[in-house]
T-cell receptor
Framework: KQEVTQIPAALSVPEGENLVLNCSFT??????LQWFRQDPGKGLTSLLL?????REQTSGRLNASLDKSSGRSTLYIAASQPGDSATYLC???????????FGKGTLLTVNP | EAQVTQNPRYLITVTGKKLTVTCSQN?????MSWYRQDPGLGLRQIYY???????DKGDVPEGYKVSRKEKRNFPLILESPSPNQTSLYFC?????????????FGPGTRLTVL
């Protein structure tokens, strides 16, 4: 059974810092991995999707990497801003039912 | 605008009173799915559908039903809600091209069962 772990559970940084969020998964047989952002009481916004054959994806200040063989992904956020404050969720897509298995998230707070 | 919509967004009900949460997508996606999100447990899949009239159970299907009569709609039915179904529910959709596609999520429905 796939398990996804995100470390740290919470992170507080001053504005302008570069930061890394970590995600690990137990079964490397995946289709892809997605990073989502969730604001309090709101839905999920897809940030980046990395296919199993890819090593990384970039969108603006965000860069996500994938090392499938070791079961790890990182989300790098450059020059963090208060508007980046949210919960970041990592989700692995694997199996015949195309199910996303989610980590419990990292709560990021960027202080002005 | 491409989107997944859910209704209602908030619902308070009582034990045993049947309810339906609707989900609709305008992207002509084959795949649709329901998740629930609970503190400390994260998001878990309830049911999914790979196309019209094709549905199957996810990880936590007990107490729920779904139907897929049209491609765009995937309602979640609680025949006899109980307090342990109090949760935040999300509908998601994507194309189905062998696993390479982004899943898009609706805004969520916060359900409270008293």
């Amino acid at each position: 059974k796939q398990e996804v772990t995100q470390i740290p559970a919470a992170l507080s940084v001053p504005e302008g810092e570069n930061l890394v969020l970590n995600c690990s998964f137990t079964d490397s047989a995946i289709y892809n991995l997605q990073w989502f952002r969730q604001d309090p009481g709101k839905g999920l916004t897809s940030l980046l999707l990395i296919q199993s054959s890819q090593r990384e994806q970039t969108s603006g200040r965000l860069n996500a990497s994938l090392d499938k063989s070791s079961g790890r992904s990182t989300l790098y956020i450059a020059a963090s801003q208060p508007g980046d404050s949210a919960t970041y969720l990592c989700a692995v897509n694997g199996g015949s039912n195309y199910k996303l298995t989610f980590g419990k998230g990292t709560l990021l707070t960027v202080n002005p | 605008e491409a989107q997944v919509t859910q209704n209602p967004r908030y619902l308070i009900t009582v034990t045993g009173k049947k309810l339906t949460v609707t989900c609709s997508q305008n992207m002509n996606h084959e795949y649709m799915s329901w998740y629930r999100q609970d503190p400390g447990l994260g998001l878990r899949q309830i049911y999914y559908s790979m196309n019209v009239e094709v549905t199957d159970k996810g990880d936590v299907p007990e107490g729920y039903k779904v139907s897929r009569k049209e491609k765009r709609n995937f309602p979640l039915i609680l025949e006899s809600p109980s307090p342990n179904q109090t949760s935040l529910y999300f509908c998601a959709s994507s194309e189905w091209t062998g696993g390479s596609d982004t899943q898009y999520f609706g805004p969520g429905t916060r359900l409270t069962v008293l």
